[in-house]
Structures are given as structure tokens and as C-alpha cells.
């Protein structure tokens, strides 16, 4: 199914955001003021149950059915030497995702999340977009249904990640366009180049916004034509995430640039959004700064793959459980007076 069948279907999905459910916040926070805990003793975990009931529309969120899934694709950029790795590692790490031998699988064990990995044609890497748009209309297009079809109705929790040689350029492509800057900016070490690999990639950048300076800046053409086919279909799966309420944990500077462009348009893009955590990678707190994300975790990780955010769904667990199963004041005979 093609839940966006043109550029203007995606835009006018995008201008037209459901909101939460403020009857389940309220009935949400009321039922946080009545557990046996001083008011505010449980920090974040109290804000991130009330965030999840509201979305699910229930008082009592739940996590029964959370998945992960990670997105595949291949960049032309990678030609100019902006990576520390050849664009064949992709598949690779593809290949190792499917037989559970990644950091992902590994963590979504321990999480109890259920793992998806969606590769797009990795064998048609991207146009480089310092030359020419990554992708055409109907490529674009592609990118964006095949996330969004990713994604399942009945999902309690989506995480989002991204696998995909040289899409640390991509991500920083897609900040300056979207957010202002340059390749000075936003470009950072990704995967571990040196100091000639990030002035190479600083250049890639600088050349595409120059490139494109005169194109649209609509969120469809941004990512068309400096973003990946893993980007875009992460933009998809956030899109229709929020048309069916499902919360979303993002996980480092690449699958957060993805709602770079959709932010720039619609800022209540990220109401349904987590930031699992803040990578290592430079551009990304400025990312969060930008998309008013305060990330749950900061571990200093920068692997990519949804590791990160996999993290932070154990400490969503965490919130869930503490709201639904403490006893309230009255269950507890409790004096309310703590």
C-alpha cells in the first residue's frame, strides 16, 4: 500500500497531525498523583508514562508490542571518500542483523523488543548528491511508502534506526538544509574518519547546498535530494507512526535527521517522538536542540542501528511499569501526606 502516492499526499499528511489524547494525560497525571511516592519523586519516568498515555490513549499505557526496525540503504557520496568504510559493508552488516549477530540483536533481546530490518535497494546505491538529487520523485516516494508501510497499527512502541555507509554525510546534508549552516556545522567523525575524511565531507556538503540553494525547500525535496533511501523511509515510518498514535524512540544523529526537514515544515512533527539518547557524534545535541528533544540517555555511543534507543525502551519500560503497578494511596492505606 502506498500511504503517500505523491509529494503532495506526504505534504498534506504532514500538515495534518493528529494530536494526543489530553483526556488520557489528564487521566494520566491524576493517576500519578495518587501513587504511594512523593509528587514528582520519579523524575522523567513519571513525564515519559503520562507521554505514552496519551498517544495510546489510555491512562495505563502498556508495552506489549514494541519493535525496532532498521533501515537499509546505499550513497553515491561514499565515492568522494567520506566514509572509513566501503559502501559493501552495508550488506554485510544487513546479513548480520538477520543472523543476530549485531549490537542490535543483542540489546533488543535484553529490551523485549522485536527486531524488523527493511534494506532498500542496496544494490542502487543513491545519486551523489553533491552532483546531482539522491534520489528522483518516484525513488523518493519508494523510500517513503516502504517505511511507512514498515509499520504496523497495532504497535505499542516503534524504534527507529538506520544502517547505511556513508550516511553521517546524508544526516548533515540534510541539518544545514533544513536548519541553516554548513558543512563546518554539522559534519562529524561518523564511523571514525580522520581529519582529511571530515574536510571531505565538509566539501561533499558544501557542494550539494550550493547545488541545490535554488530547488524547494519543502520537506519532499530536501530529502530527495540530499537525503538516503533509509532516511527517507525513516521519515515515512515517523509519519505514519503519528497517524496511527504510536510513539516513536528515535535513536542517534542520522534517524533523527530524517525529521530534520519535516520539523523545518511542521514542528509538532516530534510531539509523538522520543530522543533515546545523545550520540557521540557533534551534530546531534544541536539536533535535539533544534528539534526540542531532550534524549533520555547519554552513553556516548555512536554505532547507529537503533542501539542506542533499544537502550532507552528499557528505561521506558521502566516508567510503564512503575505507573501501572504501584499501589495508590488508597490500595496501600497509605497516608497521602508523603
Known amino acids: 500500500m502506498n500511504h503517500f502516492p505523491s509529494p503532495a499526499a506526504f505534504e498534506a499528511a504532514l500538515a495534518a497531525l493528529p494530536p494526543a489524547s489530553t483526556a ?8 500519578q498523583s495518587r501513587l504511594t511516592k512523593p509528587a514528582g519523586s520519579l523524575g522523567r519516568l513519571e513525564d515519559i508514562a503520562i507521554f505514552l498515555a496519551g498517544w495510546q490513549q489510555r491512562e495505563r499505557p502498556k508495552i506489549e508490542r514494541a519493535r525496532a526496525i532498521v533501515f537499509a540503504g546505499n550513497h553515491g557520496v561514499v565515492a568522494r571518500g567520506v566514509s572509513a ?3 559493501g559493508v552495508t550488506a554485510q552488516m544487513v546479513a548480520n542483523f538477520e543472523a543476530g549477530g549485531a549490537a542490535i540483536n543483542a540489546l533488543c533481546l535484553a529490551a523485549g523488543i522485536d527486531l524488523k530490518v527493511v534494506a532498500i535497494d542496496l544494490d542502487r ?12 520523485e518516484a525513488e523518493c516516494l519508494a523510500a517513503l511508502n516502504a517505511g511507512a508501510a514498515a509499520v504496523e497499527a497495532d504497535l505499542d512502541l516503534l524504534i527507529l534506526g538506520e544502517m547505511g555507509i556513508g550516511n553521517s554525510t ?24 580522520d581529519a582529511e575524511g571530515i574536510a ?17 525547500a519543502t520537506p519532499f525535496d530536501t530529502l530527495r535530494r540530499v537525503g538516503g533511501r533509509e532516511i527517507a523511509a525513516i521519515a515515512g515510518a515517523v509519519l505514519r507512526a503519528r497517524q496511527a ?57 555512536r554505532l547507529g542501528e537503533a542501539s542506542g534507543a533499544a537502550v532507552a525502551a528499557m528505561v521506558i519500560r521502566a516508567a510503564v511499569a512503575a505507573h501501572d503497578r504501584m499501589a495508590t494511596f488508597d490500595e496501600a492505606s497509605v497516608s497521602a501526606g508523603l
Open 200 to 216: 571531505r565531507k565538509r566539501e561533499a556538503v558544501d557542494r550539494a547546498l550550493d547545488l541545490h540553494r535554488g530547488a524547494p
Open 245 to 301: 498514535a504510536i510513539p516513536v524512540v528515535l535513536d542517534g544523529f542520522i534517524c533523527c535527521s530524517a525529521v530534520a526537514p519535516l520539523h523545518a515544515a511542521q514542528p509538532g512533527i516530534v510531539a509523538h517522538c522520543l530522543a533515546g539518547h545523545c550520540s557521540a557524534e557533534p551534530g546531534h545535541a544541536r539536533l535535539l536542540e533544534q528539534l526540542g528533544l531532550d534524549p533520555l540517555l547519554a552513553l556516548d555511543m
Open 125 to 136: 546505491p543513491t545519486a551523489d548528491f553533491a552532483e546531482a538529487p539522491a534520489m528522483s
Open 170 to 193: 546524508a544526516a548533515a546534508a540534510l541539518c544545514a538544509r533544513s536548519l541553516g549552516g554548513d558543512g563546518a556545522l554539522w559534519v562529524g567523525p561518523g564511523t571514525g574518519v
Open 24 to 31: 488520557a494525560r489528564a487521566a494520566a497525571e491524576a493517576r
Open 85 to 87: 568504510f566501503p559502501p
